[in-house]
């Protein structure tokens, strides 16, 4: 299963695409760093991976 | 060497303790589980962890590790949202590990030898990964290792019928990082998790050599109350002696006690060690605290006779029966009945709390 993950450029803190997908835009998950994630910065070729396969990365 | 550090799961089988709080953060001998971790990786000489985190716990688990700086270490958060599976946590440490060799560390599980043999035993150049095994007395009921006489890993059977050998999986890896191209080719198990053992049969499949290492000394995975009690007898068992607090005259106290400093036991309390007593705790007269018995900061402890207990902190002990074999959570008071017309006990007690009365 291809497993993709987005770093965040202010902490470093690696944020699974499920996570990015379930919330779309979210504040960084490390405490005290401002930065927003979304989802769109993954690359489009990600994003596309990604929604074509969404079965597999839910629970 | 780096460290991935898995972190998630939901501590269903320690609940009503981790309805408030992650498995990681349960205390044994006053520490939490995840502290022994770090501290076993930073003794192994691997200082940059990535903390694997699931749904629950994320921000309790930051707030006690921070960036690593209070133990030496450096840590990066992993979010790994979904509970995907081990193989699924590993992968997303993908960026982090950065095409280096890394160890792969259970976070409720405890090893008493750490994990400086199973690195030293691994060398990149020759294996995929390497395992940590121990003899166990009932394979059937593990992950089991197929190893021949130099420890190297034939097969992996799953809780075989008839088992190969009696070595069994006990959740501690370490990988190279060919161990990414393998896990992006599997695919979910029937429980739709991907599956650590599946990536290492097939590593094996694809032609890599699996080191092993057996482990001597006790591991324990801390996922149910009995665990969490049989880890703290373990580690008490190995602790010295360290009278930091207040001991007042008339207070008997023997064998290995750990009193942390701003700790008092009153005269005609009486401790028996081995024992952890953390800060701000008072053991009263009256009152016997007995071999391994770890009590967590802010608690009072007035009369109780108690042994083989974890109180986890901030609690009240007022009763003058005896508890044993218990797994005390947070803020919990436990007061007397004496004198309460009419006779009988009386609970306040949380979904999913087991009590023997
Ligand atoms: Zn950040």
């Known amino acids: 299963m291809r497993i993709i993950t987005h770093s965040c450029p202010e902490c470093g803190t690696v944020v699974a695409a499920n996570e990015l997908e379930d919330n779309r835009v979210m504040k960084c998950p490390r405490e005290g760093c401002q930065e927003v994630l979304r989802f769109d910065d993954l690359t489009e070729e990600e994003q596309e991976f990604f929604l074509d396969n969404r079965d597999q990365y839910q629970i | ?357």
């Open chain 2, 1 to 357: 060497m780096r460290g991935v550090l898995l972190s998630g799961g939901t501590g269903s089988r320690l609940r009503p303790i981790t309805h408030t709080g992650p498995k990681q953060l349960v205390p044994v001998a006053n520490k939490p589980v995840i502290e022994y971790a770090i501290e076993d990786l930073k003794a192994a000489g691997v200082t940059e962890i990535g903390v694997v985190l699931g749904h629950k716990g994320r921000e309790e688990i930051q707030e006690l590790l921070g960036d690593g700086s209070k133990y030496g270490v450096d840590i990066t958060y992993i979010v790994q949202g979904n509970p995907l599976g081990l193989a699924h946590a590993v992968g997303c440490a993908r960026e982090f590990v950065d095409d280096s060799d890394f160890v792969v560390y259970l976070g409720d599980n405890m090893l008493r030898h750490g994990v400086s043999d199973l690195i030293e035993s691994f060398q990149s150049d020759e294996y995929g990964a390497g395992i940590a095994l121990q003899e166990v007395s009932n394979p059937e009921a593990f992950g089991v290792a197929d190893v021949d006489d130099q420890g190297t890993v034939k097969r992996l059977v799953e809780k075989p019928d008839d088992p190969p050998s009696n070595l069994a999986l006990i959740g501690m890896y370490v990988f190279s990082p060919a161990v990414f191209d393998v896990i992006e080719d599997l695919e979910p198990s029937w429980r739709g998790e991907l599956e650590i053992t599946d990536a290492i049969q097939s590593l094996l499949e694809n032609g890599y050599e699996i080191d092993s290492h057996v482990v001597t000394g006790w591991w324990k995975d801390t996922g149910k109350p009995e665990d969490i009690l049989e880890a703290n007898r373990l580690v008490l068992e190995d602790a010295e002696r360290s009278l930091r607090g207040t001991v007042e005259d008339g207070a008997e106290i023997r064998g290995k006690v750990q009193l942390a400093k701003s700790a008092t036991i009153e005269s005609g309390a009486v401790v028996r060690g081995p024992v952890s007593i953390a800060d701000d705790v008072t053991i009263e007269d009256g009152s016997y605290v007995g071999p391994y018995t770890s009590i967590g900061e802010n608690t009072r402890i007035a009369g109780p006779h108690i042994e083989n207990t974890v109180i986890v902190g901030e609690s009240e002990v007022t009763t003058n029966g005896r508890i044993i074999d218990s797994l005390i959570g947070r803020a919990a008071q436990v007061e007397s009945a004496e004198g309460m017309l009419p006779e009988g006990r009386r609970m306040v007690v949380g979904e999913n709390s087991q009590l023997h009365l």
